[in-house]
């Protein structure tokens, strides 16, 4: 556990607001928020609580400063790793924090400014929306320290396609903001100053549809990345008869009905 007495210290800082968007800050900007053990467990711990919470409605995920989103995890740990049940020990913290953002019922929006390497990018890849500013810098430098890119950066592929990830994971090299929205990789790029404004209309829009709908949705995203066409259509199937199990389809088709009914009388 990082130590919360001391406020120098790395840690995983947790906002929540009324209306029921968290912030979840790495913040540890002397290393570029570079993650260690410590801070990988407290990450995992967090998203732990947040799912949990019945009135959750989105989760940003950003790195303390603006140097750096996460520069990756934490070299100086890694370099002291002597044995495989060490390495494999390690980057199964690295798994269970990606894993914890993909597990988390709500959506997820990455914020991205600075340094977003490594670690860092697999905890973006994990999220289900990336938005950065326009001088972000991604990369995987892992082959460069003797090690393969592993984890979550499994889930490249399917963002990015098999030749852009052959190319970054092979050659461990650096790409702008404006490379990464021509691949896929992020969804939105803004100036540093209009970052912010993007995560909030975002967020608007997120806020604007049906909680329970919202929920229903993700899990049958994470349902449509497993299983084969025929079942992923079975599952939306059941996914669409689920939601008249509740009042809010009926409520908010109303709600549209009756806005619509009045524009038409204003018009």
């Not at 400063?65 to 002291?80: C, K, P, Q, S, V």
């Not at 990455?110 to 973006?124: D, K, P, S, V």
Request: charged share 25%.
């Amino acid at each position: 556990m990082t130590d919360a007495t001391d406020p120098a210290a790395p840690r995983i800082d947790v906002w929540q607001s009324d209306d029921g968007v968290a912030t979840v800050t790495i913040d540890n900007p002397a290393k570029l928020n570079a993650l260690g053990s410590a801070l990988l467990d407290d990450f995992a711990s967090a998203f732990a609580r947040l799912a949990a919470e019945p009135t959750l409605r989105v989760v940003v995920i950003t790195g303390a400063g603006n140097r750096a989103f996460i520069g990756g995890a934490d070299i100086r740990e890694m370099a002291l790793i002597e044995t495989p049940d060490q390495a494999r020990s390690f980057i199964t913290k690295v798994h269970r924090a990606c894993d914890a953002i993909r597990a988390l019922p709500v959506p997820t929006i990455a914020r991205i400014q600075g340094y977003c390497f490594g670690a860092g990018l697999e905890l973006a890849a994990a999220c289900d929306i990336r938005i950065a500013a326009d001088g972000a810098q991604f990369g995987m430098p892992e082959v460069r320290l003797g090690i393969p890119s592993v984890v979550e950066a499994a889930l490249l592929p399917t963002l990015i396609g098999w030749g852009k990830t052959r190319r970054l994971l092979l050659t461990g090299e650096t790409i702008d903001a404006e490379l990464a929205l021509s691949i896929g990789l992020v969804e939105e790029v803004s100036s540093a100053e209009e970052l912010d404004g993007c995560v909030e209309a975002v967020i608007g829009d997120v806020l604007a549809c049906g909680p329970k709908a919202i929920r229903s949705q993700k899990a049958l995203i994470a349902a449509w990345e497993r299983l084969p066409l025929a079942e992923a259509i079975t599952a939306g199937i059941d996914a669409f008869a689920g939601s008249y199990e509740t009042d809010e389809p009926r409520a908010m088709m109303a709600y549209f009905l009756a806005a619509r009914a009045r524009r038409k009388t204003d018009g």
